[in-house]
């Protein structure tokens, strides 16, 4: 069976059985159980000033309101903040940064694009 990896956001209710062996051995919490659920993980959106976005990147990193701890998502978030203004998300992206391997940094770069390109969040003014 082919290893899972998720980023997830919003209201989600997971069922998992496997996770990437890369991740369990970095020690990052990844969904190992039968069943995970997760509530009330706010989705970044458009309307989101740098502020609020550092504020998920924070859930992330730390695993603050129930999120689960994930590197790649915290520095997603991190980068957005960023691109909004956010002078600390700049600081905690490259402390993060400091903690992850360059595939991990890549992913979240990538996650970040993403959500750039589909509109979700826009750059500051």
């Known amino acids: 069976m082919a290893p899972l990896t998720l980023i997830l956001f919003g209201d989600v209710e997971l069922k998992a059985s496997t996770a990437t062996e890369a991740r369990k051995k970095r020690g990052i919490n990844t969904m190992i159980?039968?069943?995970v659920e997760f509530?009330?993980?706010p989705?970044?959106?458009a309307e989101m000033g740098g502020d609020e976005l550092f504020q998920l990147g924070m859930m992330y990193s730390t695993g603050q309101g129930g999120a689960p701890v994930d590197l790649i998502s915290a520095h997603m978030m991190f980068n957005l903040a960023a691109m909004r203004g956010s002078m600390e998300a700049?600081?905690?992206r490259k402390e993060l940064s400091r903690e992850m391997d360059r595939e991990d940094i890549a992913e979240a770069q990538k996650a970040a694009r993403?959500?750039?390109d589909a509109g979700r969040i826009g750059y500051a003014a």
Do not use: A, D
Request: proline share 7%; aromatic share 14%; hydrophobic share 35%.
């Open 43 to 45: 989705l970044p959106t």
């Open 33 to 35: 159980t039968n069943e």
């Open 90 to 92: 700049q600081v905690y």
């Open 114 to 116: 993403q959500w750039l």
């Open 39 to 41: 509530k009330s993980i």
